[in-house]
């Protein structure tokens, strides 16, 4: 059964700081990894999507790494500003069967950015 | 392009009463799911539609929790009846065909039970 764990749980750094947040999950035979950010009270925006082959992803101030041999991923986020504040979840996608499109979530990385 | 819609974005009932939720995917997207999040926790799936056609439906708590996905559109989720431990955020997604495809989630239904 895969298990998706992410570290820290929460993590509070001033404006500018460049942070990692980290995701790590059992079974490494996957098909891709996703990282989610949610705002309280609001559903969950897509970030970024890295296949299974791929070994990164880049979008804006945010880059995302995967090692799927070793079960681990990076959220690298570059000079933050209070609105990256957020909590941040990451998901992986099994590679096939009749479980195709279950995503299993860590329990997420509370990031407070502030002033 | 519109989103995927939930309703209601709030819901108070006491335990064993039933309860429901709607969702409405992005159009044309034939693959939708419901997924529960409970407090501090990661979404967990319920239930995977392709179409009106029940992919996996696993971890639903098939005693309490009903799903239908008529001609393969809208979506009604059914808690009946409901328990204390079913507080939670129930958020709907939809991707457009197979379970690769990326996919996009609605606001949620906060649903508290007393």
């Known amino acids: 059964k895969q298990e998706v764990t992410q570290i820290p749980a929460a993590l509070s750094v001033p404006e500018g700081e460049n942070l990692v947040l980290n995701c790590s999950f059992t079974?490494?035979?996957?098909?891709?990894l996703q990282w989610f950010r949610q705002d309280p009270g609001k559903g969950l925006t897509s970030l970024l999507l890295i296949q299974s082959s791929q070994r990164e992803q880049t979008s804006g101030r945010l880059n995302a790494s995967l090692d799927k041999s070793s079960g681990r991923s990076t959220l690298y986020i570059a000079a933050s500003q209070p609105g990256d504040s957020a909590t941040y979840l990451c998901a992986v996608r099994p590679p096939g069967g009749t479980s195709y499109g279950k995503l299993t979530f860590g329990q997420g990385t509370i990031l407070t950015v502030h002033p | 392009e519109a989103g995927v819609a939930q309703s209601p974005r709030y819901k108070i009932i006491e335990k064993r009463q039933s309860v429901a939720f709607w969702c409405n995917p992005i159009?044309?997207?034939?693959?939708l799911y419901w997924y529960q999040q409970i407090l501090g926790q990661g979404p967990k799936l319920l239930i995977q539609f392709q179409n009106n056609g029940v992919v996996d439906d696993s971890q639903l708590p098939k005693d309490r929790f009903s799903a239908e996905r008529l001609k393969g559109v809208d979506s009604t989720l059914k808690i009946q009846p409901a328990k204390l431990e079913d507080s939670a955020v129930y958020l709907c997604?939809?991707?457009?065909?197979?379970?690769?495809?990326?996919?996009?989630f609605g606001p949620g239904t906060r649903l508290t039970v007393l």
């Open positions: 997604a939809s991707s457009f065909t197979s379970g690769s495809d990326e996919q996009f």
């Open positions: 079974d490494s035979a996957i098909y891709n």
């Open positions: 159009s044309g997207h034939a693959t």
